[in-house]
């Protein structure tokens, strides 16, 4: 029988669903590796007949090369799932020296909807009832002492588990981001769910001792602090991918009761199955989400490693997309060398899974700050979002392109929305206000600005912010205040955004020397690292020098310089705006003046 006819098979108390890559015992979900689960198809498809070692690998690994220790240890797996020992022959039976036969009798059930008899399946099993549980934060999990034992290894999983819980319909997911800070091991879980404004929260330890991997974890309700489900796994470390697929169903089976096709399609997605690639994204991730310039660059190193061992490990050319992105938008290399180089990255990534929401958002970045192609980035954001209704960063990202263009409505709503993915958020916090602010709403930004540094008085982009609304108030002494601030709190050797702010500041204070001072540190430090005509322009703007603004802006247009898809909304060139030729330039960058 054709296997595209066949919505499942049936042996004993399992049922197969080849489609949706999933099998069930007994109506509940039994997690397997993508290559396990290839291995116990290939296997029912062809029962009762032997298949020779060689003949399996090759239709398990479609022509690659392989070790046959990796179809040893799936068989191992399988039999484990099934409570068989290799003298058991009640569903696969081993032929000395030959290969292996599937000997159990096997049902086929033809021409029916998978989604229901997945959904009926599992509704003879049900989990519990919690409809009301609409949010989740998953914690880094606590590494215990142990020989081995790598500490980004509990971020690294809770990471995994995120990615993938993002994608389950009607449940709001906290990003990675807003979970690192409880990775203390003396944190009260319960105390953090509260904090993270969520309903439930999975916690748990980790331990690595030589090449076997301990994982406790739990899911506790925040209100009534109930143990929703429990688990522990003791696995080889080979098997991590199986852990974290078993994890991430069980979760979404207890607060989702129906999972489609495509939400189990995603729960069950390894970005790669080469353990070594895995654990160096580990710790990569650590170095992206420190955010500045070294760590983005030493992350970069990681994310090469890592194509160099699985040239298929799409997070990793996310990953490589996304620092190139950033190291353009933030004015740390040119823009000719970076985006580029990103969106190379991006369509790969796309290449390899499209289905993610992580390649369309970074093609979207380069297509916007590069390109500009306007209609190509927001119908790439657009489509993120719609892959992946929890990714906060692809709201975030399309709420500056909504900016860009002064569709401050939408712009607003979107931001808030993101907001709602990740409330905790200082860098959503902050973005709040930035619609009132490209708007010229200086009080309600300002007023957004202080909120958030009222509630971490050292982040450094509130300060940012605040300064540049301030200037724009005529409050100059208070908004060289804040651009100093955020000079000391900066981690990186130079900002010359915040400096270029704080000589325009400077300028329409009527200080012209210490504007001047400004302008000839960024001219020096062109020698040292690359420094954006843009920013230069802020200066001269701010001086009054209209002709060597607008001759910077000009040099801005023919090296893409990133900040110039601004330029329709930024305030600091609001004086130019008059210029036939600052049209020009508005409109050769895509836009409408």
Same mark, same amino acid.
């Given at each position: ?71 040893t ?15 058991d ?26 989604? &229901? ?8 099993? @049900?989990?519990? =009832?919690?409809?009301? *549980? %609409?949010?989740? $934060? !998953? #914690? ?38 807003? &979970? ?8 009260? @879980?319960?105390? =953090?769910?509260?904090? *993270? %404004?969520?309903? $439930? !929260? #999975? ?41 974290q ?13 129906? *999972? ?6 995603q729960?069950?997605?390894?970005p ?38 699985d ?11 996304d ?11 040119d ?47 657009r ?58 709403d ?50 990186d ?23 001047l ?77």
């Amino acid at each position: 029988m054709d296997s595209q006819h066949v919505s499942y098979y049936e042996f004993g108390s399992y049922r197969l669903f080849p489609h949706e890559r999933l099998l069930l015992r007994e109506g509940q979900t039994v997690s397997l590796r993508p290559k396990v689960f290839e291995t116990l198809l290939v296997l029912v498809q062809h029962r009762g007949r032997l298949l020779s070692k060689d003949a399996l690998m090759n239709l398990v690994w479609r022509g690659s090369i392989v070790e046959e220790g990796n179809l040893t240890q799936n068989i191992f797996l399988l039999r484990k799932i099934f409570g068989e020992s290799p003298f058991d022959h009640q569903y696969i039976v081993t032929i000395p020296g030959e290969g292996y036969r599937f000997v159990a009798d096997v049902r086929e059930v033809l021409n029916e909807t998978s989604d &229901v008899n997945v959904a009926a399946a599992q509704a003879h099993h @049900p989990v519990g =009832a919690q409809d009301k *549980l %609409r949010s989740i $934060a !998953v #914690l880094p999990l606590k590494t215990l002492n142990g020989e081995g034992v790598d500490e980004h290894l509990g971020a690294g999983i809770a990471d995994a588990l995120i990615t993938k819980l993002s994608y389950v319909k009607g449940i709001v997911v906290r990003p990675t981001t807003a &979970v690192l800070k409880y990775k203390d091991a003396s944190q009260n @879980p319960l105390a =953090a769910g509260r904090e *993270l %404004r969520v309903d $439930a !929260v #999975l916690d748990g330890t980790v331990q690595r001792a030589d090449d076997r991997i301990r994982v406790n974890v739990q899911l506790l309700k925040i209100g009534d602090d109930t143990i929703l489900w429990a688990d522990k796994f003791d696995e080889t470390f080979t098997n991590i991918f199986a852990v974290q697929d078993s994890i991430s169903e069980q979760v979404a089976q207890v607060l989702s009761q129906r *999972l489609s096709r495509e939400e189990l399609t995603q729960l069950r997605k390894s970005p790669t199955e080469n353990v070594e690639a895995y654990q160096l994204y580990i710790k990569g991730r650590y170095f992206w989400e420190k955010r500045t310039e070294q760590g983005i660059k030493k992350g970069i190193q990681f994310a090469e490693q890592i194509i160099g061992i699985d040239p298929t490990f799409v997070s990793a050319y996310v990953g490589l997309a996304d620092s190139y992105s950033f190291l353009g938008e933030y004015l740390h290399l040119d823009p000719n060398k970076a985006f580029p180089k990103a969106k190379e990255a991006a369509l790969k990534a796309l290449e390899i899974d499209a289905t993610l929401a992580e390649p369309h958002a970074a093609l979207a970045e380069t297509l916007l700050f590069h390109d500009w192609d306007w209609d190509g980035a927001e119908r790439e954001y657009r489509q993120a979002i719609e892959l992946n209704p929890n990714y906060a960063s692809a709201q975030h990202f399309y709420t500056w392109l909504l900016m860009m263009q002064g569709r401050f409505d939408e712009a607003q709503f979107r931001i808030e929305q993101a907001q709602k993915i990740d409330p905790g958020s200082l860098t959503l916090n902050t973005a709040v206000g930035l619609p009132a602010y490209f708007s010229r709403d200086y009080d309600r930004a300002i007023k957004q600005f202080r909120q958030t540094l009222d509630l971490d008085p050292d982040y450094i982009h509130a300060h940012y912010y605040l300064g540049a609304a301030l200037t724009h108030k005529g409050m100059y002494r208070e908004a060289i205040a804040e651009f100093e601030a955020h000079r000391r709190l900066w981690v990186d050797d130079y900002v010359q955004q915040a400096r270029a702010l704080l000589g325009y500041t400077y300028a329409v204070q009527d200080n012209r020397s210490a504007a001047l001072n400004v302008l000839n540190e960024l001219r020096e430090q062109q020698n040292r690292r690359y420094i954006s005509p843009y920013c230069t322009a802020i200066v001269y703007a701010g001086l009054g020098e209209s002709e060597q603004a607008l001759a910077e802006l000009e040099r801005a247009l023919r090296e893409r310089a990133a900040w110039m898809v601004f330029i329709k909304s930024d305030p600091w060139f609001d004086t130019l705006r008059s210029d036939p030729r600052f049209a020009d330039l508005v409109r050769h960058i895509g836009l409408a003046p």
